[in-house]
């Protein structure tokens, strides 16, 4: 599996307009719900707020990755947000957010947690990371993911 069969390219804001974190974890499952109207927008916004009350998602200066787990969901879907002014996150290190990559899992696809958050993680420790910040459309963030 490579993340670009998670990360559709439909599922991809290079401009993100929420200022909060709140926001655009809105604006990023809405990405996915428009492709999915099988979940339920607030139960993915419950699952992924849920799973940030216990631990806020923020990995790397300036990068997080929240994920939930849907109950009525049977697959993987993710979504790739780029804010460019950057969004209070709660992070440790006090830095704000430029690029979020939601995850959203349901039934047998939760055992692919770890492994998705691993091929994440080497995206995070290339240089692939400075492109997908610079990219200017999802075509190019898309291209990059197709790598891994």
Excluded at 30 to 36: G, R
Excluded at 92 to 109: A, N
Excluded at 117 to 134: C, Q, T
Aim: proline fraction near 3%; glycine fraction near 8%.
């Amino acid at each position: 599996m490579r993340l670009s069969d998670i990360f559709d390219i439909r599922h991809i804001k290079t401009d993100l307009e929420s200022e909060t974190k709140g926001g655009a974890l809105e604006e990023l499952v809405e990405a996915i719900a428009v492709l999915h109207p099988e979940l339920d927008r607030r139960e993915m916004i419950d699952a992924v707020s849920s799973r940030e009350n216990l631990m806020n998602t923020a990995v790397m200066p300036g990068i997080a990755v929240p994920h939930g787990y849907c109950r009525i969901f049977n697959g993987v879907a993710g979504a790739v947000g780029i804010s460019r002014r950057g969004i209070e996150y709660g992070a440790d290190d006090h830095s704000p957010v430029h690029c979020i990559f939601l995850i959203l899992l349901g039934g047998e696809s939760r055992e692919n947690h770890l492994y998705i958050l691993g091929r994440l993680l080497e995206v995070f420790n290339s240089k692939a990371i400075s492109e997908i910040e610079a990219a200017v459309n999802a075509r190019e963030i898309y291209d990059v993911l197709r790598r891994f």
